[in-house]
């Protein structure tokens, strides 16, 4: 898999992560000899990261690390050994991401695993900093349909629990967990709307790339004024 990480400043590594935060994690574990004193943004993208986190392989036959239950218990563990060039076998040409993503904005059993695997990588990734000496930000970036009421209608077309579903649910959840490790968060959702979106597409365009530079600008000032 490729990983890749931008350089905003000397003080601040943004970073686009792979697959899944799992991926993220690992490349933090990678690259925590280089994080003294830098500030690290981690942008975890609802649609596909959070359940990607719980899932062997992409739906195009790739092997991907994921996190597991330790012997069914409350503990994960990261999984990588399957990892190799070879195709996937157990796979299709599609992955479920609206439903999925429908059913994470929501309190259910799906949600209830995906977020605790969640909160132990989130837990893990503040370990690795905090050795490091780095500061972590952990940043939840959404799809376009939680930002208008067409896509949430969209979204809670996939046999969703419509009496409780909350576009913001994952925001919650995740600041939930940040706020238990002393990581600090921020939701996306607060500086996007659904026209920084390209058309017919889940990417930012030039305004949305613009709304994310003001977030990072942000970030950086709250942490100089600390």
């Known amino acids: 898999y490729e990983i890749s990480v931008r350089d905003w400043s000397s003080d601040v590594c ?16 990678q690259l925590s000899a280089q994080l003294r004193g830098k500030q690290v943004v981690w942008f975890v993208c609802v649609e596909n990261d959070l359940y990607d986190n719980v899932m062997p392989n992409k739906p195009n036959f790739y092997r991907t690390p994921f996190v597991r239950r330790v012997n069914g218990d409350e503990k994960w ?3 990588g050994h399957h990892v190799s060039p070879s195709r996937w076998q157990y796979s299709n040409d599609g992955r479920p991401y609206y439903p999925m993503l429908a059913k994470l904005c929501t309190p259910c059993p799906l949600s209830r695993r995906v977020y605790a695997a969640c909160k132990h ?3 893990e990734a503040r370990d690795i900093c905090a050795q490091a000496g780095a500061e ?20 809670l077309s996939h046999n969703v629990d419509r009496a409780n579903f909350d576009a ?3 925001d919650h959840r995740i600041s939930e967990m940040c706020r238990t490790f002393g990581v600090r968060f921020v939701a996306a959702k607060q500086y996007l709307h659904a026209e920084d979106y390209k058309e017919h597409d889940t990417h930012w365009n030039a305004q949305g790339h613009r709304q994310m530079a003001a977030l990072l600008r942000d970030a950086f000032v709250k942490r100089q004024a600390q």
């Open 14 to 29: 943004s970073s686009d992560l792979g697959y899944s935060m799992v991926q993220g994690v690992l490349l933090m574990r």
């Open 121 to 123: 990588l989130i837990e």
């Open 168 to 170: 913001d649910y994952p």
């Open 77 to 79: 563990e990261i999984v």
């Open 136 to 155: 972590l930000v952990v940043v939840t970036i959404p799809n376009k349909n939680q930002l208008s009421p067409e896509g949430l209608e969209f979204l």
